[in-house]
């Protein structure tokens, strides 16, 4: 028991890139457990032994490295098709593969993103040149994430809430996405302030995660927990603090109850902030203030990774926050999970135009840089567009 404790908490290095390239021969998932009965007295300790520990870590410990953060490139083909409408393109295969190839092709990308979580599709896609979208990852030091869950379906019995389909299967679906490369996964809930949240909303929320991550590193891919407190409301800060609390609470208590080994998860929250319709307004350190007094309320410091996502905020609001939190020590590598927060300015440039391209990927960079720089604590805003300081929210939003 003492050797199987051990293991769960020594230091592990960072990942070489290319220690998670496809090809690996497929190690079977183990569900096995350990438990350790001294004579004196039986222990209700349960360690889970299984053959993915030490990659589990080593792979958090690498997406979770200094200046560099997630690159959410994980919409559905409806979601990605609304983006490409947006810039006047129709959603066919051919369209998306050129917007997946643009992004995953942008020079020195894996200086500031150390994850890029894909959707099914994008998982076994090849980029317009033919080479597979996962090892154009790999050469970059970017790990393969891939998203799992099946969305968000009427929660019976709640207040006009949702809960997050998936687990149906998911064993079998994460098995061949590690064989196909992919390392670390994602599933996304969302809890809604003006609908309650109701108990039961939020237990749901809190035990779907909780099975999803352990599904998920028996089976060799880190779980990235997602529990999305929605930006919707008039309610003020102090409310989202409250309402998050208790979502973080029953998150991380299920978590435990299913043996999830937290050094091998990431985080992905929202920042804490006012309703989008609030009259309050807040400052970044403000933001910050609330959600790292959230952070060390709720979280274990063996969570190596707490990856933000942007619910919205326009791209340098997300950058602001996120820099106001790095202005002080914790023991969490604070960074981002960015989807739209990202792609914003990147999306508008290219514009479906081949010429456009290299303008449109410099755009990705500088969105990059800036976030790494954020994540350091060392973000200024000097050489800041006007697309980027737009705000995007939108009711109901989904990224």
């Not at 496809?22 to 889970?48: D, N, W």
């Not at 410990?61 to 994980?74: E, F, H, Y």
């Not at 456009?356 to 755009?363: E, G, I, P, S």
């Amino acid at each position: 028991m003492a050797s199987a404790s051990a293991s769960l908490l020594k230091s592990s290095p960072v990942l070489d890139k290319f220690e998670w390239v496809k090809g690996q021969s497929l190690r079977q998932p183990s569900v096995s457990v350990v438990r350790c009965h001294p004579t004196a007295a039986p222990s209700t300790l349960t360690v889970r032994a299984g053959s993915y520990i030490d990659e589990l870590v080593k792979t958090a410990k690498t997406v979770a490295s200094p200046g560099r953060g997630i690159l959410a490139m994980d919409e559905s083909n409806a979601t990605c098709g609304k983006r490409l409408a947006s810039i006047g393109l129709e959603n066919t295969e051919a369209n998306r593969q050129a917007y997946r190839t643009l992004l995953v092709t942008a020079p020195e990308l894996g200086k500031y993103i150390s994850g890029a979580i894909l959707f099914e599709e994008t998982l076994y896609q090849s980029t317009v040149d033919g080479e597979k979208i996962v090892d154009v990852l790999v050469k970059q030091g970017i790990v393969p994430g891939i998203k799992v869950d099946k969305g968000l379906v009427p929660l019976p019995g709640s207040n006009n809430e949702s809960w997050c389909q998936g687990l149906d299967g998911l064993a079998s679906r994460a098995a061949a996405y590690y064989q196909q490369g992919a390392r670390f996964a994602k599933w996304r809930t969302v809890v809604s302030i003006p609908n309650g949240p109701s108990a039961l909303a939020v237990k749901e929320a809190a035990w779907g995660l909780a099975r999803y991550a352990a599904v998920s590193q028996d089976n060799g891919l880190v779980p990235i927990v997602e529990p999305e407190i929605l930006l919707d409301g008039e309610h003020g800060i102090d409310r989202t603090f409250e309402v998050a609390q208790k979502v973080w609470a029953e998150v991380f208590f299920y978590l435990a109850e299913n043996n999830v080994l937290f050094e091998g998860i990431l985080l992905k929250p929202s920042m804490v902030t006012p309703g989008a319709e609030s009259k309050d307004k807040a400052s970044p350190e403000t933001v910050a203030k609330y959600t790292l007094s959230l952070l060390q309320r709720r979280i274990p410091p063996a969570v190596p990774g707490i990856m933000f996502l942007s619910g919205g905020q326009s791209e340098i609001e997300a950058t602001l926050n996120l820099n106001a939190m790095n202005q002080a020590p914790n023991p969490w590598h604070v960074s981002f999970s960015y989807a739209r927060a990202l792609q914003n300015t990147c999306l508008k440039t290219w514009g479906g135009r081949p010429e456009n391209v290299k303008a449109a990927q410099d755009a990705l960079i500088q969105r990059a840089k800036s976030n790494s720089l954020a994540q350091l604590g060392k973000y200024t805003g000097d050489g800041e567009s006007d697309e980027a300081k737009e705000g995007m929210f939108v009711k109901g939003y989904t990224y």
